[in-house]
Every structure is written in structure tokens, then in C-alpha cells.
């Protein structure tokens, strides 16, 4: 069942994170700019600075809203299935003795 889990909650919630911070940052941007969120970075009226500043605003967005996801959803599925649902990768490392 743990595993089924982190599937689920592991690779859903980052998704769903993903789509929901782009439609707060469209959102916020179109509010604070009065103009539409870049969607074609090769549009001409799209002048380069303001291509560069959606850019970074929206992939830095995004990536902090995948990570903190993630990392909740690990948290759940460790603390209500244990460390072995979740892939190796997840799993917390157990500090060996090295002298």
C-alpha cells in the first residue's frame, strides 16, 4: 500500500503543484504588469526583458512549489507507511560508522 502511495502522492502532487503555482503566477503577473502573461517567447510585441522576467519568475516559481510538495508528500508517506515506500533515491541514508 506504501508504495501505491508515493505514486499517488509522490508523482501526483507535484503535478497538480506545478499547474497550480503557473495559475498564481499567470494570475499575479497579469494583476502587477496589466498585461498577459508572455505564452510565445518569440511574439514580437513580447519585448526580451519581459520574456526573461516570465521566465524566471515562472520556472522559479514553479520548481519551489514542485520541491515543497515533494517534500511534504515524502514526509507523509515515510511517516505513515515508513522509509521503504518511497524510492531508493527518497530514502533516508543511514549514517555508517566511518572512522
Known amino acids: 500500500m506504501g508504495k501505491l ?13 506545478a499547474f497550480a503555482a503557473r495559475k498564481a503566477l499567470t494570475f499575479a503577473w497579469e494583476k502587477s504588469t ?6 510565445n517567447p518569440v511574439d514580437d510585441e ?30 507523509t508517506v ?5 522509509d521503504e515506500a518511497l524510492p ?3 530514502r533516508k541514508q543511514i549514517a555508517e560508522g566511518v572512522d
Open 34 to 39: 496589466h498585461r498577459p502573461a508572455p505564452s
Open 46 to 75: 513580447i519585448s526580451m526583458s519581459e520574456a526573461l522576467a516570465w521566465t524566471i519568475v515562472s520556472g522559479v516559481g514553479v520548481a519551489v512549489a514542485q520541491l515543497v510538495v515533494q517534500r511534504l508528500a515524502a514526509n
Open 5 to 17: 502511495a508515493w505514486q499517488i502522492i509522490g508523482v501526483g502532487a507535484p503535478i497538480v503543484a
Open 78 to 82: 515515510r511517516k505513515n507507511f515508513g
Open 88 to 90: 531508493k533515491k527518497y
